[in-house]
């Protein structure tokens, strides 16, 4: 009979702490306060969102700047008006500027690409003509030799813009291919469509 008596109390007792366990968690859950001494911590859930990338080209900037009310913010000053954002890009402004156009090295290949005149100037005007060859069995090996000056010329270009680079200290971790390309796509936009906006003139030594 003892037996029995004192597992009847160790039962009782084993279902009030845990109901006391039970309300104390309750407790702490409701309230999000801290933890008494002994127990640990509940940690707070943070709903972190992740800043979105920085625009990469021309036209993801336009994109961000329509999607953020035509507005944008330079290094911690004041937002910008479009008219602003837009005059900041004309005048090269590097805060603003896209992550493509950035960067001495790519200035120099604007200079150089707006002080002269090359064949990729009128790539806009034989892109047509060479897409219409290119249907013409009698004319392809001419599109195709267009096609392949173009791409000397990128290169070449590239290459210039490297060797007047290393003499003039800039260092940059991109070679004449990349160098070349950026300069080709400039090159073939009209010079008014050109940004930001040219700063030397044609003949001008860069």
Same mark, same amino acid.
């Given at each position: 009979?003892?037996?029995?008596?004192? /597992?009847? !109390?160790?039962?009782?007792?084993?279902?009030?702490?845990? +109901?006391? %366990? =039970?309300?104390?968690? &309750?407790?702490?859950?409701?309230?999000?306060?801290?933890?008494?001494?002994?127990?640990?911590?509940?940690?707070?859930?943070?709903?972190?969102?992740?800043?979105?990338?920085?625009?990469?080209?021309?036209?993801?900037?336009?994109?961000?700047?329509?999607?953020?009310?035509?507005?944008?913010?330079?290094?911690?000053?004041?937002?910008? /008006?479009? !008219?602003?954002?837009?005059?900041?890009?004309?005048?090269? +402004?590097? %805060? =603003?500027?896209?992550? &493509?156009?950035?960067?001495?090295?790519?200035?120099?290949?604007?200079?150089?690409?707006?002080?002269?005149?090359?064949?990729?100037?009128?790539?806009?005007?034989?892109?047509?003509?060479?897409?219409?060859?290119?249907?013409?069995?009698?004319?392809?090996?001419?599109?195709?030799?267009?096609?392949?000056?173009?791409?000397?010329?990128?290169?070449?270009?590239?290459?210039?813009?490297?060797?007047?680079?290393?003499?003039?200290?800039?260092?940059?971790?991109?070679?004449?291919?990349?160098?070349?390309?950026?300069?080709?796509?400039?090159?073939?936009?009209?010079?008014?469509?050109?940004?930001?906006?040219?700063?030397?003139?044609?003949?001008?030594?860069?």
């Amino acid at each position: 009979m003892k037996l029995g008596r004192r /597992s009847t !109390a160790d039962s009782t007792a084993t279902d009030s702490e845990v +109901d006391e %366990s =039970v309300q104390l968690d &309750r407790e702490l859950a409701s309230a999000g306060s801290t933890a008494p001494k002994g127990r640990p911590t509940p940690k707070r859930r943070t709903n972190s969102i992740p800043a979105p990338p920085a625009p990469k080209t021309r036209k993801e900037a336009v994109a961000w700047q329509k999607q953020n009310g035509a507005r944008a913010k330079v290094g911690g000053q004041k937002k910008l /008006s479009s !008219a602003e954002y837009r005059q900041a890009m004309k005048s090269g +402004d590097p %805060s =603003v500027l896209p992550r &493509r156009d950035q960067g001495p090295v790519r200035a120099l290949a604007r200079d150089y690409v707006d002080s002269r005149r090359m064949a990729s100037n009128y790539l806009l005007l034989l892109f047509p003509l060479m897409i219409i060859g290119y249907k013409i069995p009698p004319l392809q090996i001419v599109t195709l030799g267009l096609f392949v000056l173009l791409l000397l010329e990128w290169v070449y270009t590239g290459s210039r813009v490297l060797k007047i680079a290393k003499s003039r200290g800039l260092e940059t971790r991109e070679g004449a291919v990349a160098i070349g390309f950026y300069a080709g796509s400039r090159a073939y936009f009209l010079r008014n469509w050109r940004r930001p906006t040219p700063r030397v003139k044609m003949g001008d030594p860069v």
